[in-house]
């Protein structure tokens, strides 16, 4: 019986890799609020069989992450994956360790140049399940001033203010 079930589960696991949809685990959100995002790169990741498990439940926090160009090698830091809830002793890990981005040798030396020649930060956006396999959307950001922050969030208010004006317009009738 349990064999049977856990076919089944590959088959909808295989179905749902086919279909192609992406099933986002965590998001940035405070990142478009404080940086300006110029680019955005899709990474993979390398990650421990507990690390893939504990994203599957849903769990991981990037709001503090960043990523670096070292020793020719593209790092993601400050991310945390939780251990996952079954897993103990060999098989956890550590939730806070750096973790491997995977792009082609160009984009890293493209990411470096850009990374060194002005100053911009690369930052993950969120990670999401593609194909079965983990992915990374990496954004490179310029980090924004208190005074663009405060026009952003004025320039907000204003359309939310205009769409509410139209609506009640449109309510009110001729």
């Known amino acids: 019986m349990a ?16 279909r192609g949809t992406d099933r986002t685990v965590a998001t940035n959100r405070r990142a478009r609020h404080e940086y300006e995002i110029l680019d955005r790169i899709e990474c993979g990741i390398v990650l421990q069989g507990s690390e893939v498990k504990s994203l599957r439940e849903g769990t991981a926090q990037i709001a503090d992450g960043y990523a670096r160009v070292d020793d020719g090698e593209l790092w993601l830091f400050a991310t945390h ?3 996952w809830k079954t897993g103990v ?7 806070d360790r750096r973790r491997k981005l995977l792009v082609h040798r160009r984009q890293v030396d493209e990411l470096l140049g850009r990374t ?3 100053p911009l930060t690369l ?3 969120r990670v999401y399940f593609s194909g079965g396999k983990v992915k990374v959307e990496l954004a490179v950001g310029k980090g924004k001033k208190l005074y663009d922050r405060r026009q952003d969030l004025a320039k907000r208010d ?3 203010d205009m769409a509410r004006a139209l609506r009640g317009a449109e309510r009110a009738g001729p």
Do not use: C, M, V
Request: aromatic share 2%.
């Open 89 to 95: 002793g060999f098989s956890a890990h550590d939730p």
């Open 81 to 83: 994956i939780p251990p």
């Open 116 to 118: 060194r020649a002005q």
């Open 158 to 160: 204003a359309e939310r």
């Open 3 to 18: 064999r049977a079930k856990r076919t089944i589960a590959r088959r909808e696991a295989a179905k749902e890799a086919a």
């Open 123 to 125: 930052i993950p956006l």
